[in-house]
């Protein structure tokens, strides 16, 4: 029971992580940089082209699947980091090693939505950027 308690609450916590990192924060890149939901949002506004939309989803397929790796290093890493835990004493290298582990998967999935980002940027005209850098520029909430 403890330990299918303790992996329900790492997988939500992966989740919980995924789908908050799948967002930048809300003042970092506002109005320089869009998730897909906002384009998407203002697609009609932005008239994306087919190609644009194809373009969109593809970029959004290729993060989710990239990350998908890291996710599993992740839980992997989080579940090796709980049995250590429970050992007495407490081996802090194995725990820092692992904890290195999911630092650095967090730091990869991070590159692979900033990388996602920059694309979708890319794949619009600068008519349709300032009409986004308008809807949720610095001044403007989202």
Known sequence: MKKALLIALLTSCLCLGAAVAAQPKADVFKGKLF??????QHQDQLGLSKEQFTAIKAAVIDVQANVAEYEWDM???????MSALDESPVDEGKVMT??????LA???VK?????MLIRLRNLL???QVAYLES?????RAD
Request: hydrophobic letters at 30%; charged letters at 20%.
């Open 35 to 40: 998730p897909p939901n906002v384009i998407l």
């Open 75 to 81: 839980r992997e890493a989080y579940l090796g980091i």
């Open 98 to 103: 692992l904890v290195n582990t999911v630092l």
């Open 106 to 108: 967090e730091n990869e």
């Open 111 to 115: 590159k692979e939505q900033m990388t």
């Open 125 to 127: 005209t600068g008519e």
């Open 135 to 139: 809807q949720h520029g610095n001044g």
